[in-house]
């Protein structure tokens, strides 16, 4: 049986005063009872999505600046890592080692060798991300463990250049200390 909105079933309870249902089942006041509400309304996510794009559009360039001086730091590290090396073997072997690019390109990787030719460390390639724009054809150390030409720097830079991230310059000083600095070769 559908009921229409004028009759009153035969099982509702008769209104009673201060009752907030009347007959007919509806608020008499206008209103529901005060009920917890659950979840998030349509504003108030897409308030939340605008925020999150808003921070994501102004951390987005900052987080590629920090790969890129991060991969610059983590090659200049190796390249100093593998002259440290050359050094210390060069004072051990009481040889000339050299720390020379492979292939030509030091992009492509170096290698560390003695006079002999005898491998001693071999470092693969730099990543297509990275440029040397200034390096030496080779670094030499002595018995004595100091370089053959008085020092060398080598110049690590993004190969994109489209970030403001300083170079990278490893520099051998005069004593054969390698080490390195955030900034253009000088």
Same mark, same amino acid.
């Given at each position: 049986m559908i009921a229409s909105p004028d009759v009153v079933p035969s099982f509702a309870a008769p209104c009673r005063p201060g009752s907030a249902v009347g007959a007919r089942g509806r608020y008499a006041r206008g209103r529901a009872p005060s009920v917890t509400q659950r979840g998030i309304a349509r504003v108030e996510l897409a308030f939340v999505l605008i925020a999150l794009a808003a921070l994501a559009a102004v951390s987005v360039p900052s987080f590629g600046n920090l =790969? =890129? #001086? +991060? @991969? &610059?730091? $983590? #090659?200049?590290?190796?390249?100093?890592? $593998?002259? +440290?090396?050359?050094? $210390?073997e060069a004072i051990r072997r009481s040889d000339v080692v050299t720390v020379r690019p492979i292939a030509d390109r030091w992009t492509g990787g170096w290698v560390v060798a003695t006079a002999r030719g005898d491998s001693i460390d071999r470092r693969s390639?730099?990543?297509?991300?990275?440029?040397?724009? @200034?390096?030496?054809?080779?670094?030499?150390?002595?018995?004595?463990?100091?370089?053959? =030409?008085?020092? #060398?720097?080598?110049? &690590? #830079?993004?190969?994109? @250049?489209?970030?403001? =991230?300083?170079?990278r310059c490893v520099i051998v000083d005069p004593t054969g200390r390698p080490r390195i600095e955030a900034k253009t070769c000088e």
């Open positions: =790969v =890129v #001086a +991060e @991969r &610059l730091r $983590s #090659a200049g590290a190796d390249l100093v890592a $593998s002259l +440290e090396l050359a050094r $210390s390639a730099l990543g297509g991300r990275v440029a040397v724009p @200034r390096a030496p054809d080779s670094i030499a150390f002595g018995p004595d463990g100091l370089p053959g =030409v008085g020092g #060398a720097r080598i110049q &690590l #830079a993004d190969a994109d @250049r489209t970030t403001g =991230v300083a170079s």
